[in-house]
């Protein structure tokens, strides 16, 4: 569209048509039939049907319904072996509507055997630790992938499926798939009836620096100890339960090492028999302090839950003292949880315990101990930090959702870098040992700990007790946790790098490698991005910029508390969200999470407008100002310059009626026409026209651009010719009818010199120079270099390398660098 044609059209709607919507979009019409995409469409048509089970709300139904588990484990820690061996007893509790012939059990330590699904599905060149670096370039594997590998061939691993019986001692025939086993019940169990198995187990502790995973050994040779010491961080250790949903029945997708799992919630009583010097962590409360504890450490342990700062319950003194020696005598530390869907420990004679109590308050849980178990290697980063950080976690989080309810939160240091299980969490930072005996610690090992803790501890809200199933959905667990762990990050010192900016995810958003949020999760391509940056982000985004603090909040905390010990879906979070809002969020969750759009919004035009008076004049004699104020042809100028005189003014007395007047000569057939004009208008009409003529105010009209494809409100700022600044919020809404090109109105009393879109970053918009109009020189570096000589076979000096002395034991210095 033309810009003189489209300034007449807008003066003629401005003046005339009273009543019409004066930023009706000419842009719409460009659009063409088979271009529309609605982006505004409702999810309704996308998200499961609501049933008795789960609303329309995004509410447990009225039939809502879960399965229970119950464990009573045995269990010996094999520390020269690097073993467990076990009994556990499963309570089975079917409060499904279904009669169940068989119950899927997950065997995740089978994914560490040579056979397994995720073994033998692995590609080469996708992995970072290998790389297919093309036909001239050798390709490349990683020590630490060797390694691996010879682990794997080295060690026996998987599970080993001793025995399974029913509560009666019955044998009971199974069948193992991968990492899940079938078990055939003696009887059909009908809905509302209770089963018990009882499984006999045990398998090779994998090396947690080799393998990777979750859980592990880790070795330190240069303990005191003849041979060592280790720390055994236990998870996904004994045959669980797999979850029997409303809606995907059992949950036996093969685990792949990245979608993580979902369980059944249960009471847990688990005995942990283990060398008597080691300090055993768990999930729930230790039942037994008189027969695992001295009595100063139980002393010790009543005081920390009413002091300031952490109390060591086991002391470093006393844990360098047990690291010294070893011993054959054995104890057992007996732990019960209740209400848990997965337990975890952890055991080593290298750590000290620090503990000190959260008084939350409340009915549910008023003291929770917060806890750390960390050997001499947290050093002081754990002293001053762990605990301290597993207490802001709970304060801020509890805000968000529900007071802790459980009465332990526990952080270990192992060789696991971070990871989650109720009530206990696995944290990997470590001190640095110096020559002069000292250890420091780097300010990213800091930022490390205090982030890590926080999202690990945030972990037990969401999913360890809103069970989101982070098999299908990591999003829904690390999204959220991450959104969240932003939050109380910031609240602890703001000026650590959270990574929840919305301008942190812009390149990602832009890149072409990636897939929708609503990807399960071992399908996901960058799973950091896609499951934690992105959806916090997002989430950061709906609370800051579309929903405003206090309706977000108000629902955020909604779903915590209608899913807490319950399992939503992604559907109950969107539809809750959007429900208790009040606010219709199709779009966002449409283009966040279903989509891989980003955001780029241009302001391409602005247009600035005076509504016409129709005297002409006024007007004309408007238009004549233009006319002059518009560069006169150069061509003109020059003759002037020369002194070039035109034939006009060379014969003045042939000059006539169109010498003396313009274009712009006012006749009094258009006086009379305005005269007419005024007078067919009603009283009502009159009365807004002549308002409108006498405030004379600035009509501003904007063109944007949708070039991302996600649709977002426009964040407006417009900056005065007085230099004051006034931001303009305009809704998503604005794109509804055409999600590619917009134009808005703008009525401003004062004069606007500059507009810009998203000034302070807050929609992740990836190209923010286009926000500007005018627009911005933007500033960038230029860096001088030197050309690097080649370095390949032939560039070498070999006459001069062959004269290298070959090095002995002593130091020489090497001359070829
Ligand atoms: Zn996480």
Redesign the pocket.
């Known amino acids: 569209m033309q810009r003189t044609s489209f300034w007449l059209a807008f003066a003629a709607i401005a003046a005339v048509s009273f009543g019409a919507n004066g930023s009706a979009s000419a842009s719409a019409i460009k659009q063409t039939k088979g271009d529309f995409e609605d982006k505004f469409r409702q999810l309704d048509e996308v998200l499961p049907t609501p049933n008795v089970y789960r609303s329309a709300a995004g509410e447990p139904g009225e039939q809502y319904w879960q399965q229970q588990a119950d464990y009573q484990i045995n269990v010996r820690l094999d520390e020269e072996k690097r073993r467990i061996d076990a009994k556990e007893t499963i309570g089975y509790q079917n409060n499904s509507p279904y009669t169940l012939k068989y119950i899927w059990i997950q065997l995740d330590q089978n994914i560490f055997r040579n056979d397994s699904r995720a073994e033998r599905s692995a590609t080469f060149g996708s992995h970072p630790d290998t790389d297919l670096r093309g036909i001239d370039k050798p390709a490349r594997i990683s020590l630490g992938e060797l390694r691996r590998q010879q682990f794997m061939t080295d060690n026996e691993l998987g599970f080993a499926i001793n025995n399974v019986e029913n509560g009666e001692g019955q044998s009971l025939s199974f069948t193992i798939v991968g990492t899940n086993m079938r078990v055939d019940l003696a009887e059909p169990l009908a809905p509302g009836a209770r089963t018990s198995l009882a499984i006999d187990f045990g398998f090779n502790i994998v090396e947690e620096d080799a393998v990777g995973a979750r859980s592990g050994y880790e070795h330190f040779p240069d303990d005191a100890r003849e041979g060592g010491n280790d720390i055994f961080l236990l998870a996904q250790w004994y045959p669980r339960v797999a979850a029997f949903t409303d809606y995907e029945a059992w949950t036996n997708k093969e685990f792949l090492g990245r979608g993580e799992f979902t369980m059944e919630f249960g009471d847990f009583e688990v005995n942990i028999d283990v060398p008597a010097d080691h300090i055993v962590s768990a999930t729930g409360v230790l039942q037994n302090p008189k027969q695992v504890l001295s009595k100063e450490q139980q002393r010790r342990l009543e005081k920390a839950k009413t002091a300031d700062r952490p109390v060591f319950v086991v002391t470093e003194e006393e844990a360098l003292e047990n690291e010294k020696e070893g011993t054959s005598k054995r104890k057992v530390w007996r732990f019960a949880a209740e209400n848990v869907r997965d337990f975890a420990w952890a055991s080593s004679r290298k750590f000290m315990w620090d503990a000190k109590g959260y008084q939350q308050g409340g009915d549910v849980q008023p003291l929770v101990m917060a806890m750390s178990f960390f050997p001499k290697e947290g050093g002081d980063l754990w002293k001053k930090y762990s605990t301290e950080s597993v207490i802001h976690t709970m304060e801020v989080y509890s805000r968000f959702s529900f007071d802790y309810p459980y009465p332990t939160s526990q952080s270990v240091n192992g060789p696991v870098g ?3 299980y109720p009530m206990i969490t696995f944290n990997g930072p470590r001190t640095e040992l110096q020559e002069d005996g000292t250890r420091t610690y780097s300010l990213a090992e800091k930022r490390f700990l205090i982030g890590v803790v926080i ?2 501890i ?2 037990i809200y969401f999913p360890m007790i809103v069970n989101s199933d982070e098999r299908q959905w990591t999003w829904m ?2 999204g959220l ?2 959104f969240l762990d932003g939050v109380a990050g910031r609240e602890w010192d703001p000026s650590i790098p959270w990574g929840v900016e919305p301008r942190g995810i812009v390149d990602y958003m832009k890149s072409s490698v990636q897939v929708p949020i609503m990807t399960q999760s071992d399908s996901v391509l960058r799973l950091g991005p896609n499951a ?1 940056s992105k959806p916090a982000a997002a989430l950061n985004i709906l609370r800051e910029v579309i929903l405003g603090r206090e309706l977000f909040d108000f629902a955020f905390r909604e779903y915590a508390q209608r899913w807490m010990f319950k399992r939503p879906t992604p559907a109950d979070f969107f539809r809750t969200m959007e429900e208790a809002s009040g606010v219709d969020l199709d779009w966002f969750w449409r283009g966040w999470f279903y989509s891989t759009d980003h955001v780029d919004i241009s302001l391409d035009r602005v247009y600035k407008l005076r509504l016409d008076t129709q005297d002409p004049d006024i007007d004309w004699e408007r238009r004549r100002q233009e006319q002059a104020d518009k560069p006169v042809s150069f061509f003109v100028r020059r003759n002037e310059i020369e002194g070039r005189k035109t034939w006009v003014e060379m014969n003045p007395d042939v000059r006539d009626f169109y010498d003396e007047n313009d274009r712009f000569t006012v006749t009094n057939k258009q006086r009379n026409a305005y005269q007419s004009f005024l007078e067919k208008l009603d009283p009502w009409e009159r009365r807004v026209f002549d308002r409108a003529i006498a405030e004379d105010k600035n009509y501003y009209v904007l063109d944007f651009s949708n070039l991302g494809g996600l649709v977002m409100p426009i964040l407006l700022q417009m900056t005065y010719a007085d230099g004051t600044t006034e931001d303009y919020r305009i809704p998503a809404e604005i794109w509804r009818r055409n999600t590619k090109d917009v134009s808005k109105l703008i009525v401003t009393d004062k004069e606007v010199v500059s507009f810009a879109v998203d000034p302070n970053w807050e929609t992740a918009d990836v190209d923010i120079e286009n926000n500007y109009y005018p627009r911005k020189i933007i500033p960038s570096r230029i860096e001088a270099y030197k050309s690097e000589r080649g370095t390949d076979h032939i560039s070498r000096d070999l006459m001069q390398e062959a004269k290298s002395k070959l090095k002995g034991d002593e130091d020489s210095d090497n001359d070829e660098n």
């Open positions: 971070g990871m989650e999202h690990e945030g972990h667990d690390e946790n991450s934690y």
